[in-house]
């Protein structure tokens, strides 16, 4: 499965915009590129996805690069909720399995 | 978005025994699971992915007589960790794909039940 890199950890402060960056340089043409957040003792939840085009949903939006080697996960307002460990997953194969990395854990500041 | 349930979450099991772990789609069917194990401080890692009415397929390192997967309906995967010991101690995730979400096999959208602290004393 091809690798995501994603800084260890950011900061942010409540009610501003939070850009976490997300760099897939081996990406194939068949690979999506998925977003979960996982809070501690819990699931992983799910937050976005997508392959090609820039996507938008109730809890955040995904910005992909023209050449699909990186990616943005955009939350437009951060609140204290927010704070959790984010994952930049690449899904493709036969099964779609998901291998996480270490991800990025979002601090949120009041 | 869709539920996938995970039962108990909370276990403590003497060493030597086995402990099940259930996980069910609720409100879809799910041909794939997936078994992840997440030690503290530390990332999921894939165990196994489970496909219904076949065998289980290992990742390396993975002892597949250890831990039984059986995925013998479309909302139900279990997991069986047998002849458990102190260091299978760990947080167990399931994940169910659900096919309603897209085309593409990488492109359905995948949920997380809440998973399951095993405890081996």
Redesign the interface.
């Known amino acids: 499965d091809a690798k995501t890199t994603q800084p260890n950890s950011m900061e942010s402060n409540e009610e501003e915009p939070v850009h976490l960056p997300c760099n897939h340089s081996t990406i194939s043409g068949?690979?999506?590129i998925?977003w979960?957040r996982?809070l501690p003792?819990?699931?992983?939840?799910?937050v976005i996805?997508g392959?090609t085009s820039n996507v938008n949903n109730r809890m955040a939006s995904l910005a992909i690069a023209e050449d699909r080697k990186s990616s943005t996960l955009i939350l437009h307002r951060a609140t204290l909720r927010d704070a959790a460990v984010y994952?930049c997953i690449l899904?493709?194969?036969?099964?779609?399995?998901?291998?996480?990395?270490?991800?990025t854990k979002l601090s949120v500041k009041p | 978005g869709a539920v996938v349930s995970q039962h108990p979450s909370r276990v403590i099991c003497k060493s030597g025994t086995s402990v099940k772990i259930e996980c069910r789609s609720l409100d879809f069917q799910a041909t794939t699971m997936f078994w992840y194990r997440q030690f503290p401080k530390q990332s999921l890692m894939l165990m196994a992915t489970s496909n219904e009415g076949s065998k289980a397929t290992y990742e390396q390192g993975v002892e597949k007589d250890k831990f039984l997967i059986n995925h013998a309906s479309l909302t139900l995967s279990t997991l069986t960790v047998t002849s458990a010991h102190p260091e299978d101690s760990s947080f167990y995730i399931c994940s169910a794909r659900d096919r309603r979400t897209g085309g593409a096999v990488g492109g359905n959208t995948i949920y997380f039940g809440e998973g399951s602290w095993l405890t081996v004393v």
């Open positions: 068949t690979d999506y998925h979960y996982q003792s819990q699931g992983p939840e799910y996805h392959l994952y899904s493709g194969g036969s099964q779609g399995n998901l291998i996480f990395g270490k991800g």
